[in-house]
């Protein structure tokens, strides 16, 4: 039942990413003071937006979870919170490529963004062997959305201090002295940061049905009393 | 139901007597303070702090040694039946949150009441800042307190019970030591205390306080059931 | 503050117990995928004593804890006392005296410290808790070692503080897990007069020993590995 509409959307994920790349690299104009690597903006910024939105949902998620008590929910926490932290690689990766071009150095403590993003992706990465040491489905299935509330609550807090904590502020795309980005990167921005979250939502929902049928293969399994696989995921919630 | 300032009290008086009588915590913790500042003294090569220098050091020495404390919280509750006990008793479950994070607070108070005068000591050429800095600890112990006794209860009904709490709370607290070092650094500059930013950090420090305070008493319902 | 809802003190002599004091239909727990219990159906009335039998491993304690709302059921109806679990398990706590595997004591204080710290949690303090302390210390024989911390005392001598412990709060349903482990012929003649069968509750006894509870029991619950239970 979560296999519903995948085709659809995967189509719509699969043009709106070439539609944002070509205007990426054939449309929008080269930056005056950073040249051709101020493309990868494209990729970066809306990667960390819907990584960081895939957090703040999966607490959501965890919050459905503790009210309701239905398993459900604490699988779609789980799966947000798994793409958001993928995403994250690639954006720490695509923040370090530009850092790299820009500043010469491939870390720079002085980005308060940058940082304050891998402080939460390093906050995020425990939550797989927190998950991994609780046995017990049902009190991993709670611990872990307790953990993803707290964290959620986490995400703001953790931007405020460390932006708090720097002296001084590198100059941003968005705050250029004309006051703002001009309208032919601000549009190629939006369809990107449109085509990222759409990536997103599609392989979260591929996440989910693939769980789905593999628990519905587990059930159908016991039901003909054929001996199921031995390596499941301990940490993965089951889909019903 | 057991009033909760009944269950509250008893709770907490159950716990500093046992903790006084036993003294598993406390001595523990203030020992591997005072250790630390001897490696920090060879690992800077430093005999004397001051500013950045002497703020790093006493926030990475203070929360380490409060990750011990943290570790321990729950574990009588586990292995002496304390978490079934108090579920069997007719009392609001949030009460144990409350009780367990004032403990902490208090063994986080006691701590620093034997490792800071230390600190100073040791690396300090005035003891000048050391008034304006009990307003930074109290406010860093809450906060402490509140994420602390939060990751505490999950991590000892865990089979990787040590390992969770560092693992988790650290990158969990980095807000708070960030405000907390942000307001030591100027109390403890060469030159005699300075304010610089202070105020702003001691409300950072207030409301990362009250974030978890909050959370940590809507959530901990949840980890008492089975 | 929240009123109170019972005075423990004398709760098991005025409070009207509701009849039957446990009703099971189809109580189903499971872990994992393994069923627990699967199935489970009776009715218990007021006063009445359950003595649960069954090989290792075929869920008697987890019965015992899901009727001490310490454990949730995963399926079927169950009412006790009154109260349908889980969703009122907070109206039934505090009526409940509960003995386990674990005396639930604090090794590292005594034995009047523990239980002052348990009729504390259950609404007890002052004159009136320290003379039922007193007065269970003294049915159990264990008034002289009463400020001997608990990491001091014999196996024995800590069941029998647990059972001290247990009926403190004069519960009116009584949920014992092997209730004499540990216990000498005294031990056992003195656990009698406190949870036996004249104590002024329901009783639900979980037990390896047949010969030992099955004269006190009014019913008997057979539970097994893998097939339902039978009500005999």
């Known amino acids: 039942m979560y296999g519903k509409g995948l085709r659809p959307l995967s189509i719509a994920t699969v043009a709106m990413l070439a539609l944002s790349l070509s205007l990426v690299f054939f449309y929008a104009p080269l930056d005056a003071d950073q040249g051709f690597i101020q493309k990868i903006f494209y990729i970066h910024v809306p990667l960390a937006i819907v990584a960081l939105l895939g957090f703040v949902a999966g607490g959501?998620?965890?919050?459905?979870?503790?009210?309701?008590?239905?398993?459900?929910?604490?699988?779609?926490?789980?799966?947000?919170?798994?793409?958001?932290?993928?995403?994250?690689?690639?954006?720490?990766?695509?923040?370090?490529?530009?850092?790299?071009?820009?500043?010469?150095?491939?870390w720079v403590w002085d980005e308060p963004t940058l940082v304050s993003f891998l402080i939460v992706f390093l906050l995020y990465a425990t939550y797989y062997p927190f998950r991994y040491a609780i046995e017990d489905r049902d009190r991993q299935a709670r611990y872990a959305s307790v953990f993803a509330v707290a964290a959620g609550a986490f995400v703001p807090l953790n931007f405020m201090a460390v932006r708090m904590a720097q002296q001084l502020v590198h100059p941003r795309v968005f705050a250029t002295s004309s006051g703002g980005l001009p309208g032919e990167m601000m549009l190629t921005f939006l369809c990107s940061l449109a085509a990222m979250a759409l990536l997103w939502i599609t392989l979260v929902k591929f996440e989910l049905a693939a769980k789905s049928t593999s628990g519905q293969v587990k059930r159908l399994r016991r039901a003909l009393d054929a001996p199921g696989p031995a390596n499941r995921s301990r940490i993965a919630p089951e889909v019903s | 139901m057991t009033p909760s300032r009944a269950a509250f009290a008893a709770i907490l008086g159950k716990d500093l007597r046992a903790e006084l009588r036993t003294l598993q915590s406390l001595p523990a913790m203030a020992i591997f303070a005072v250790t630390t500042f001897v490696i920090f003294r060879f690992g800077l090569d430093r005999t004397q702090l001051s500013g950045d220098l002497a703020s790093g050091v006493l926030w990475?020495?203070?929360?380490?040694?409060?990750?011990?404390?943290?570790?321990?919280?729950?574990?009588?509750?586990?292995?002496?039946?304390?978490?079934?006990?108090?579920?069997?008793?007719?009392?609001?479950?949030?009460?144990?949150?409350?009780?367990?994070?004032?403990?902490?607070?208090?063994?986080?108070?006691?701590?620093?009441?034997?490792a800071v005068p230390i600190f100073a000591l040791f690396f300090l050429d005035s003891v000048a800042a050391l008034g304006p800095l009990v307003a930074v600890l109290v406010l860093a112990d809450l906060g402490l307190a509140a994420t602390g006794t939060l990751i505490s209860s999950m991590a000892v009904n865990s089979r990787a019970r040590d390992l969770l709490v560092p693992l988790v709370l650290l990158p969990l607290v980095v807000p708070l030591m960030i405000a907390a070092t942000g307001a030591t650094e100027p109390l403890l500059a060469a030159g005699g205390p300075g304010y610089e930013r202070f105020g702003t950090w001691l409300m950072v420090l207030g409301l990362y306080d009250l974030i978890f305070v909050l959370l940590g008493y809507a959530v901990f319902d949840f980890l008492l059931e089975d | 503050?929240?009123?109170?809802?019972?005075?423990?003190?004398?709760?098991?002599?005025?409070?009207?117990?509701?009849?039957?004091?446990?009703?099971?239909?189809?109580?189903?727990?499971?872990?994992?995928?393994?069923?627990?219990?699967?199935?489970?159906?009776?009715?218990?009335?007021?006063?009445?004593?359950?003595?649960?039998?069954?090989?290792?491993?075929?869920?008697?304690?987890?019965?015992?804890?899901?009727l001490a709302t310490l454990l949730r059921p995963s399926g079927g109806a169950i009412s006790?006392?009154?109260?349908?679990?889980?969703?009122?398990?907070?109206?039934?706590?505090?009526?409940?005296?509960?003995?386990?595997?674990?005396?639930?004591?604090?090794?590292?204080?005594?034995?009047?410290?523990?239980?002052?710290?348990?009729?504390?949690?259950?609404?007890?303090?002052?004159?009136?808790?320290?003379?039922?302390?007193?007065?269970?210390?003294?049915?159990?024989?264990?008034?002289?070692?009463?400020?001997?911390?608990?990491?001091?005392?014999?196996?024995?001598?800590?069941?029998?503080?647990?059972?001290?412990r247990c009926v403190l709060h004069r519960p009116a349903l009584l949920l014992l897990d092997e209730p004499d482990s540990n216990l000498d012929a005294e031990g056992r003649e003195l656990a009698r007069g406190l949870i036996g069968p004249d104590a002024e509750a329901t009783r639900v006894v979980v037990t390896h020993d047949p010969d030992r509870f099955l004269p006190e029991a009014d019913q008997v619950l057979r539970l097994g590995i893998g097939e339902r239970a039978a009500v005999a």
Not at chain 3, 24 to 34: E, K, M, S
Not at chain 3, 108 to 133: K, P, T
Request: aromatic content about 8%; proline content about 3%; some cysteine.
């Open chain 3, 80 to 164: 006790v006392l009154g109260c349908a679990l889980p969703r009122e398990a907070w109206k039934l706590r505090g009526q409940i005296g509960y003995l386990g595997h674990e005396p639930l004591l604090y090794r590292d204080l005594s034995g009047r410290e523990n239980l002052r710290f348990h009729a504390r949690l259950h609404g007890l303090e002052g004159a009136a808790a320290e003379a039922r302390i007193d007065e269970v210390l003294a049915a159990a024989q264990m008034d002289r070692r009463g400020d001997d911390r608990v990491v001091e005392l014999s196996a024995g001598m800590r069941q029998r503080l647990a059972i001290c």
């Open chain 2, 60 to 114: 990475a020495t203070l929360l380490f040694a409060a990750v011990l404390g943290i570790n321990r919280l729950f574990v009588t509750e586990r292995e002496e039946g304390g978490f079934d006990a108090i579920r069997l008793a007719p009392i609001d479950r949030s009460v144990l949150f409350a009780a367990k994070a004032t403990a902490l607070v208090i063994y986080l108070l006691a701590l620093e009441l034997i």
């Open chain 3, 1 to 66: 503050m929240i009123p109170t809802l019972h005075n423990p003190l004398q709760m098991a002599s005025t409070q009207e117990i509701p009849s039957p004091a446990i009703v099971l239909a189809g109580l189903r727990r499971d872990f994992g995928d393994r069923a627990a219990l699967d199935g489970v159906g009776l009715e218990l009335a007021a006063g009445e004593t359950l003595v649960v039998l069954g090989p290792n491993g075929a869920g008697k304690t987890t019965l015992l804890r899901i």
């Open chain 1, 60 to 106: 959501v998620f965890a919050i459905l979870h503790l009210r309701s008590g239905d398993k459900r929910w604490d699988a779609y926490s789980y799966v947000s919170i798994h793409m958001s932290v993928i995403f994250g690689v690639a954006v720490l990766i695509t923040g370090a490529i530009w850092a790299k071009a820009s500043w010469g150095h491939w």
